[in-house]
């Protein structure tokens, strides 16, 4: 089955500590995204990447970091200057060209600061 | 500038009644207009999506949204509710010539028997 898998499901980050959130696609998209959700807030977007090697910031990028080696792999790191990483961090991704297509999403990770 | 607004953040009903879930856009451009849901430590699924190609749009599990240019609002209904229709919904709005998206701050539906 095609989709999207985000690893691992929890994730503990000890302070001053960087952690990586793994996602990775095999439906042969173009377009990936990172977004990160908070419980009343709805999903903000952290980065997206349209093409392999290129990626861009989105509303809330600080203390973050992403790549985007392969087309099927977009990681996502939470560095130690990010002050408030607790949340749940969803990836999804789409294929670009038409502008009606949905975006897909994996099943998240949910970050916890021991 | 594109916005999203969930009047509702959360709506209660019983089980068989009628679902309705309000959502208004502000854009100055046509939009392309989503539903997901999102169940417990879940991520989203699509319900349905607006294409331009008609105003009502039918999804999965029964839902429907019909989109009002003159009212600039997209809101998802179901005749009857059921009980695993509970979970959070999220109305989604994109622009042309946007690969991002917007997203309301969702309605989280409760179902009771």
């Known amino acids: 089955d095609g989709g999207i898998t985000q690893s691992p499901k929890y994730l503990f980050r000890k302070e001053g500590q960087n952690v990586t959130l793994s996602c990775e696609q095999n439906?042969?998209?173009?377009?990936m995204y990172w977004y990160r959700q908070d419980p009343g807030q709805g999903l903000r977007l952290i980065y997206y990447?349209?093409?392999?090697?290129?990626?861009q910031k989105g509303d809330i990028a600080e203390g973050y970091s992403v790549s985007r080696e392969k087309k099927e792999s977009f990681p996502l790191t939470v560095t130690s200057a990010q002050k408030n990483p607790t949340a749940f961090y969803l990836c999804a991704s789409t294929q670009t060209g038409e502008r009606n297509q949905p975006q897909h999403f994996g099943d998240g990770t949910r970050l916890s600061i021991l | 500038a594109q916005s999203v607004t969930q009047l509702d953040s959360h709506v209660s009903v019983s089980e068989g009644t009628p679902v309705l879930l309000r959502c208004n856009y502000s854009?100055?451009?046509?939009?392309?207009l989503f539903w997901y849901v999102q169940h417990p430590n879940k991520g989203l699924q699509l319900l349905l999506k607006y294409t331009s190609a008609a105003t009502l749009v039918k999804g999965i599990n029964g839902f429907e949204a019909e989109f009002k240019k003159s009212e600039t609002s997209f809101h998802l209904t179901k005749p009857s509710a059921h009980m695993s229709d509970a979970a959070e919904y999220f109305c989604?709005?994109?622009?042309?010539?946007?690969?991002?998206?917007?997203f309301g701050k969702g309605t989280m539906l409760l179902v009771s028997p």
């Open positions: 439906l042969n998209h173009d377009a």
């Open positions: 854009s100055s451009y046509s939009p392309s």
């Open positions: 989604v709005v994109r622009l042309s010539g946007y690969s991002t998206l917007t």
């Open positions: 990447s349209q093409i392999v090697n290129d990626f």
